[in-house]
């Protein structure tokens, strides 16, 4: 398989993906690369140069802190906000709709997803949809408070007792949401096929899903721009950019239907 074309190898996962009963995906945020929200490792986006993600992005960080936390995610809260899925998410939306795709896990709090209209998603590092008062837990609609801050550059605070809005994402030293992360290891673990798509698989624990998967018995099949430390699990490996790729892959599932 060393010669194999990028053509044979989705040849390979659409086989794949017809013979099994229960694919998830598992997707990162290469995915959504493509709708211009950077990942964490593209050089050039700017968001973790000068920074330290551990302080800045930290539940610590953000309590000692709020308005360095919201400067700082100004600019991808703005670009979130304005994002449109692209054909990567809109392929996944084609598989479900196929019923060749049970649900996605994805780390993205982006809501791509739910825009491109898949119905089963887990979010594991939470979303962008509503925010939270960090003193009196009330929640409020996020889109309103982050426009409003993008407006004046003001830390949001909770009417009913002035406490600090956090948006309902998962910082570090976070616990990840229970309900979101059973339902995850649970379609993991049922999975027979597992499509992992835009993730460096280095951020723990979500990265232990492919694994958690693969040990109870799916197949792998990894679309990702660089190598990942799962590649040599996985039956197809495939370094080229998701929209193409899944593309490809949704379009040859829609021919046998
Ligand atoms: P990561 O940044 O660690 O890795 C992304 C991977 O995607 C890289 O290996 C890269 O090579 C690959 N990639 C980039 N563009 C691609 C493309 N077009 N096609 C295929 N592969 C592509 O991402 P991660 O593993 O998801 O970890 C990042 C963490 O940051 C997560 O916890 C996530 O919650 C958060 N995050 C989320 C977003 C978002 O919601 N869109 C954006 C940035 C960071
Ligand atoms: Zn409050």
């Not at 809109?90 to 997803?113: C, P, S, Y």
């Not at 605070?157 to 229970?178: A, H, M, R, T, Y």
């Not at 499509?195 to 109870?216: D, F, I, K, Q």
Request: proline share 6%; charged share 20%; glycine share 6%.
């Amino acid at each position: 398989m060393i010669h194999e074309t990028l053509s044979q190898k989705i040849s390979r996962a659409v086989s794949l993906i017809r013979a099994t009963q229960h694919t998830v995906a598992f997707t990162g945020a290469g995915i959504s690369t493509e709708s211009g929200i950077p990942d964490f490792r593209s050089p050039d986006s700017g968001l973790w140069s000068g920074v330290d993600p551990m302080t800045v992005a930290s539940i610590f960080g953000f309590k000692r802190n709020p308005q360095a936390f919201y400067d700082w995610v100004a600019p991808l809260t703005r670009t979130t906000l304005d994002a449109q899925p692209n054909n990567a998410h809109l392929a996944l939306a084609k598989m479900e709709m196929l019923g060749q795709l049970d649900a996605i896990i994805t780390q993205n709090i982006d809501m791509l997803h739910t825009r491109a209209n898949n119905k089963k998603i887990f979010e594991l590092h939470g979303h962008m949809r509503e925010a939270t008062c960090i003193n009196c837990f009330t929640v409020y609609p996020a889109e309103p408070i982050l426009e409003k801050f993008l407006a004046d550059g003001e830390v949001p605070l909770c009417s009913g007792c002035s406490g600090v809005l956090k948006p309902n994402v998962i910082l570090f030293g976070e616990q990840l949401p229970i309900r979101e992360l059973q339902g995850a290891q649970d379609a993991a673990r049922k999975a027979d096929l597992m499509l992992v798509v835009g993730s460096s698989l280095e951020v723990e624990p979500a990265s232990e899903l492919p694994r958690l998967a693969y040990r109870t018995g799916a197949k792998l099949i990894i679309i990702n721009l660089e190598p990942t430390p799962a590649d040599k699990m996985a039956e197809v490996v495939i370094h080229a950019h998701a929209g193409e790729v899944l593309s490809a892959i949704a379009r040859e599932l829609e021919k046998t239907e």
